[in-house]
């Protein structure tokens, strides 16, 4: 990632489909004085997703695109972010899969929190496989996006223990309050 110049902070998209608690971290995030970046942008495939709410909240400009017709959304997208100037897209609970031309288009520069130690549980349901398997740790992972789901580089991970109470409940409690923690440390780590 390219260094932070002078003083401006680097106009980031946050793409999300639910609850938007990662994306509320990363606002407040913003907003301290040593954060490489600002957001911009709030960006959901659904209208229904809760996380929305933070736009009014903080007076960010927020888009909703259905992504029915994948193709003319990425476009339309494509030319949103030009127009905005945004330099970094952040998934944060974003349920539709991108494709890998877009990915393409702003490679090294889309990055993915997900709720496991990466390689281990791509995909959904992490917390429930974690438990069946009878993990001692879990955790969390900030990735860059590539074209495989879940599989580029990995920025930074944290883990918590597992302990003989969880079920998949408490432990995706345990793990999204974890979260909140490492995507702005890995966010600061790739800019620095
Ligand atoms: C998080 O657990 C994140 O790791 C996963 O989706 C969830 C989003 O939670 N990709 P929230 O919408 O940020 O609260």
Redesign the pocket.
């Known amino acids: 990632m390219e260094k932070l110049i002078g003083l401006k902070k680097v106009k980031t998209a946050v793409f999300?489909s639910?609850?938007?608690?990662?994306?509320e971290n990363l606002i407040k995030f913003s907003k301290i004085k040593k954060s490489p970046i600002s957001i911009d942008l709030i960006l959901s495939n659904t209208n229904e997703a809760k996380?929305l709410k933070y736009s009014n909240q903080y007076i960010i400009k927020k888009k909703i695109f259905d992504f029915k017709d994948i193709k003319s959304t990425e476009k339309n997208i494509q030319i949103l972010i030009k127009k905005d100037n945004i330099k970094l897209i952040c998934l944060?609970?974003f349920m539709k899969i991108l494709s890998a031309n877009f990915i393409k288009k702003f490679n090294g520069k889309i990055i993915n929190?997900?709720?496991s130690l990466l390689p281990k549980y791509k995909g959904l349901n992490t917390h429930k496989r974690a438990i069946n398997n009878k993990d001692k740790f879990a955790g969390?992972t900030v990735h860059y996006v590539t074209a495989k789901l879940d599989s580029g580089k990995i920025i930074m991970q944290k883990k918590i223990k597992i302990s003989a109470k969880d079920n998949s409940t408490s432990l995706a409690k345990k793990?999204?309050n974890l979260?909140h923690k490492l995507y702005s440390a890995a966010i600061m780590k790739i800019f620095s």
């Open positions: 999300i639910g609850t938007g608690s990662n994306l996380g944060a609970g929190i997900h709720p969390c793990v999204r979260e």
